[in-house]
Every structure is written in structure tokens, then in C-alpha cells.
């Protein structure tokens, strides 16, 4: 049986190697492009889209068009982690707001019946290096995870396809159960 195949787009974080090697040992396979070079489509090529972090201020809509183009139209599972959340989020209408710096583990309350949560507790340990954090869902979107500085921690798409983490989720063990949880929603 042919492995998933994962699109992860790279907007620049510092932790791409760790975020590879976590998909790849859930079982899939995965293929890496920059922000620049991101398909118009999948063209059935891939299960699902990783959108990593980034240090770009996730305002310059412009720039970002084709990959916001791509999340909308995929018609497959996508997961937006640290910037990767916050471009969808900023595409759809969301506005992101400063707030304290953190860097390392902290915790957040998830929505116990959301699929990308299965395998964890109600209070989970994640990592997170921020400054910036969504204000409140955009519209077509719920939050699914909070915590005391980030109102939004995790959020997903009314029709369940489309997931963000504030969070990075490439490192800490709740990190890897949450990702399980989206493997299992694509394969």
C-alpha cells in the first residue's frame, strides 16, 4: 500500500528537518516547496498540506495569495502551524495582535470531541517561540483551543478541513499526538 503523500510548505521556519521527520514517522511521505514555488494544484498528488512557520508578518496578502489560493481549493486535509495558522487566518479575515514573548512549553485547553485531539488530554504541553497571536476565529472558522496569553491555540474550518496550531507542533510528545491526529484524517 502506497504511503500518504504530504505537501509541506516552507515559509521559512527554523524547524523544517523536525517537522519533516515527525510526518514521515507517522508514515507518510513528504515533499517540501518554499512559499514561492507552490503549485496552482495538487493535481491528486497529495493526502494533505502542511503549512510551517514563518518570520514573515503574515499581512503581506500579496505575496501570499497562491498559497491561500491553494489552501482554499485543495479539497484535502491542511494544517497551518505557528505562521502557517496565522496566514490562513489573516486570508480569511482574522487579525492578529501582539502579545507577551514566549518561548518553550506552555499549555492550552483543547476541545475534548475534535478529531485532532484524540490521543490527548483536555490540557496539553506545546511549544511555542511567539509574539503575535490571532484575536478570535475569522469568520468560517472555530477556535478549538486556548490558552492564557493565545485566545486562539488551535482552530479549524466549519467544514473541518482546514486546522491551525499556534503552537509547533514538531516538538514535545503532545506535539506528536496532536499530528498523529491529523495523519489519521488523511490516511
Do not use: W
Not at 74 to 86: E, F, K, N, S
Amino acid at each position: 500500500m502506497a504511503r500518504p503523500r504530504v505537501l509541506v510548505i516552507n515559509n521559512g521556519t527554523l524547524s523544517l528537518p523536525q517537522l519533516r521527520a515527525r510526518f514521515e514517522k507517522l508514515g507518510s511521505e513528504t515533499e517540501t516547496v518554499d512559499v514561492a514555488s507552490v503549485p496552482r494544484s495538487l493535481g491528486g498528488r497529495y493526502q494533505a498540506v502542511v503549512l510551517s512557520g514563518t518570520k514573515v508578518r503574515a499581512y503581506d496578502t500579496g505575496f501570499y495569495r497562491p498559497l491561500t489560493d491553494l489552501v482554499r481549493d485543495a479539497g484535502v486535509p491542511v494544517l497551518g502551524i505557528c505562521g502557517g495558522m496565522q496566514l490562513i487566518a489573516v486570508a480569511a479575515g482574522g487579525r492578529l495582535i501582539p502579545g507577551p514573548q514566549r518561548v518553550g512549553g506552555h499549555t492550552a485547553q483543547v476541545d475534548q470531541g475534535e478529531p485532532l485531539f484524540r490521543e490527548v488530554g483536555e490540557s496539553v504541553t506545546v511549544f511555542h517561540r511567539h509574539t503575535l497571536y490571532l484575536e478570535a476565529a475569522p469568520p468560517g472558522f472555530t477556535t478549538i483551543g486556548r490558552s492564557e496569553a493565545a485566545p486562539v491555540e488551535f482552530l479549524r474550518s466549519d467544514d473541518g478541513r482546514i486546522l491551525g496550531s499556534q503552537a509547533h507542533l514538531e516538538f514535545r510528545g503532545d506535539g506528536m499526538a496532536i499530528l498523529r491526529g491529523f495523519a489519521r484524517l488523511y490516511g
